[in-house]
T-cell receptor, first 110, second 115 residues
Framework: GQSLEQPSEVTAVEGAIVQINCTYQ??????LSWYQQHDGGAPTFLSY????GLEETGRFSSFLSRSDSYGYLLLQELQMKDSASYFC???????????FGKGTTLSVSS | DAGVTQSPTHLIKTRGQQVTLRCSPI?????VSWYQQVLGQGPQFIFQ???????GRGNFPDRFSARQFPNYSSELNVNALLLGDSALYLC??????????????FGSGTRLTVV
């Protein structure tokens, strides 16, 4: 089966940089996705890595190392509005479902 | 353009009752997926429908069922509700043939409370 591990909580201050790690175990791998969710609202797609390396989208970057079954989400120039839960996710073997980690709650303080 | 819309937003039901949740995907999106999110956990896959056919089913009991209509909207039905069914139910739509690079677009969900 598939499983993902990520830290449950991360705290940081405004303007700082934070990294949220994700390790995964899966029999077949299609890529690693990241979603953001504010207070039980709609999860919002942030980024996707299918190949090794860094993908940058504004203040957010995502990294993947397939050999290490590891990825991370990097958030720069943190703002209060970045306080949210962040989920990493992989496809299931059939390719029809996303399997999510338990999520990392990021708290940004002033 | 309207995003993914779900109704109702909140619902309170009694154990043993039945519930129907509704989802309208983004215009042009033909695939709809349902997820259950228990407090403090990540979303868990329930169903995926594409062109009115079930394409995938998660590890949920037969009390859970769904269908997709010709206009690509979808309903999730849960029978014989249990206290453990209390959760946020999320609907996600995606483009036909869309890849993970496009991501899913989720609705804001239906918060179901079973008492």
């Amino acid at each position: 089966g598939q499983s993902l591990e990520q830290p449950s909580e991360v705290t940081a201050v405004e303007g700082a940089i934070v990294q949220i790690n994700c390790t995964y175990q899966t029999s077949g791998f299609y890529g690693l996705s990241w979603y953001q969710q504010h207070d039980g609202g709609a999860p919002t797609f942030l980024s996707y890595n299918a190949l090794d390396g860094l993908e940058e989208t504004g203040r957010f970057s995502s990294f993947l190392s397939r050999s290490d079954s590891y990825g991370y989400l990097l958030l720069q120039e943190l703002q209060m509005k970045d306080s949210a839960s962040y989920f990493c996710a992989v496809r299931d073997l059939a390719g029809t479902a996303l399997i999510f980690g338990k999520g990392t709650t990021l708290s940004v303080s002033s | 353009d309207a995003g993914v819309t779900q109704s109702p937003t909140h619902l309170i039901k009694t154990r043993g009752q039945q519930v129907t949740l509704r989802c309208s995907p983004i215009s042009g999106h033909k695939s709809v997926s349902w997820y259950q999110q228990v407090l403090g956990q990540g979303p868990q896959f329930i169903f995926q429908y594409y062109e009115k056919e079930e394409r995938g089913r998660g590890n949920f009991p037969d009390r859970f069922s769904a269908r997709q209509f010709p206009n690509y909207s979808s309903e999730l039905n849960v029978n014989a509700l249990l206290l453990g069914d209390s959760a946020l139910y999320l609907c996600a739509s995606s483009l036909p043939g869309g890849s993970d690079r496009d991501g899913y677009t989720f609705g804001s969900g239906t918060r179901l409370t079973v008492v």
